[in-house]
Nanobody
Framework: QVQLVESGGGLVQAGGSLRLSCAAPGRTFSDHAMGWFRQAPGKEREFVAGISWTGSMKYYADSVKGRFTISRDSAKNTVYLQMNSLKPEDTAVYYC???????????????????WGQGTQVTVSS
């Protein structure tokens, strides 16, 4: 079974930074768009950021624009989410995901993603 593995979460004070990583051991996703989602307690899983398979197109949720940056290193088969100026409302479990098909546009609907990681907890204290 395809597995995505997130890392880099943790506890940080408001205004701080974290960098999340998403790796795919045993399978390459270099021809897939990739996305980051998050889910806070009692809330639905929401789109945070997405990147095209070439890395040239990036999209962000309005709530994170200007603070978060998504990137990918195809040679390392890894996708990153750099999170700066973190706020308490960014507290959530963060998931990376890949659609079932390659060469798609960046997808923002979680139902269009077939592969998910186990998530990594990000907690921002005030």
């Amino acid at each position: 079974q395809v597995q995505l593995v997130e890392s880099g979460g943790g506890l940080v004070q408001a205004g701080g930074s974290l960098r999340l990583s998403c790796a795919a051991p045993g399978r390459t996703f270099s021809d897939h768009a990739m996305g980051w989602f998050r889910q806070a307690p009692g809330k639905e899983r929401e789109f945070v950021a997405g990147i095209s398979w070439t890395g040239s197109m990036k999209y962000y949720a309005d709530s994170v624009k200007g603070r978060f940056t998504i990137s990918r290193d195809s040679a390392k088969n890894t996708v990153y989410l750099q999170m700066n100026s973190l706020k308490p409302e960014d507290t959530a479990v963060y998931y990376c995901a890949a659609p079932g098909s390659s060469y798609t546009a960046v997808l923002r609907n979680r139902d269009e993603y077939a592969y998910w990681g186990q998530g990594t907890q990000v907690t921002v204290s005030s």
